[in-house]
């Protein structure tokens, strides 16, 4: 399986990026995919995942700013992230997981940097 993450940048305080993931390979179903994101001299974080079946959960410092959505017959997933903060500069990573058939993959993660 692989990850191919993209839509990161250079965007201002309180700008909005895209960030989208698109997997391909043997994926099966059911499955969650999600996105986590690791600043510099920090652990990796969770962000949000959301199931096949459109089921959706995020990190409480990203409630209400960012939305997480996905395209099953593409096998993408995106990230739209508004009312950036310099915070949440990061390394985000795409992330796939089995919930049924045990697999985990990552992509290569996709630089967000949000300053004036």
């Known amino acids: 399986v692989q990850l191919v993450e993209s839509g990161g940048g250079l965007v201002q305080p309180g700008g909005s990026l895209r960030l989208s993931c698109a997997a391909s390979?043997?994926?099966?179903?059911?499955?969650?995919m999600g996105w986590y994101r690791q600043a510099p001299g920090k652990q990796r974080e969770f962000v949000a995942t959301?199931?096949?079946?459109?089921?959706?959960n995020y990190a409480d410092s990203v409630k209400g700013r960012f939305t997480i959505s996905r395209d099953n017959a593409k096998n993408t997933v995106y990230l739209q992230m508004n009312s950036l903060k310099p915070e949440d500069t990061a390394v985000y990573y795409c992330?796939?997981?089995?919930?049924?058939?045990?697999?985990?993959?990552w992509g290569q993660g996709t630089q967000v940097t949000v300053s004036s």
């Open positions: 992330n796939i997981i089995g919930l049924g058939i045990s697999y985990n993959y």
């Open positions: 390979g043997s994926i099966f179903s059911p499955n969650a």
């Open positions: 959301i199931t096949n079946g459109g089921s959706t």
